[in-house]
């Protein structure tokens, strides 16, 4: 029996074909301050690591996320996967990762992309990036071949 070995697309052409230029937005202003509202909606504390949890709305909207927690179990990482309609200024296919302020540049955001391409089939050129997030994006293509 032959068996295929699958064709990859070497790493630099994934990049090329990624539209970044085109996708990028600026850094969220008062990032401290968004990142209080943004954990509103999770509970604060739970099990250390990577955890998922789904969010289905009285609307028929799906909300699905990995949640990452310290060994104590404080929440210092999101990666919010919007896998329907119907969200408010999202579409089926967007991703959001959010890093608590004290804790970025520490593999916390490189931890749930790779959960994250793991779970989902994610569209990266669907994404809008900031600067920082582009950066973490590139240096991950770079070392996993996504």
Request: with cysteine.
């Amino acid at each position: 029996m032959l068996i295929k070995k699958p064709i990859t697309m070497p790493v630099e052409e994934r990049i090329k074909k990624l539209r970044l230029p085109h996708r990028m937005i600026s850094e969220i202003p008062e990032y401290a301050e968004t990142w209080k509202i943004i954990i509103k909606g999770y509970a604060e504390r739970g099990y250390p690591g990577i955890s998922y949890l789904k969010t289905e709305f009285e609307s028929g909207a799906c909300l699905e996320s990995l949640l990452f927690r310290d060994q104590k179990g404080m929440l210092l990482g999101i990666m919010d996967y919007f896998s329907s309609d119907g969200i408010p200024n999202e579409v089926k296919g967007n991703v959001n990762v959010v890093v608590h302020p004290d804790f970025q540049n520490k593999g916390i955001g490189s931890s749930l992309w790779v959960a994250g391409m793991k779970k989902w089939q994610i569209d990266l050129n669907q994404q809008l990036y900031t600067p920082l997030g582009h950066k973490l994006l590139l240096s991950h293509l770079k070392k996993k071949s996504l």
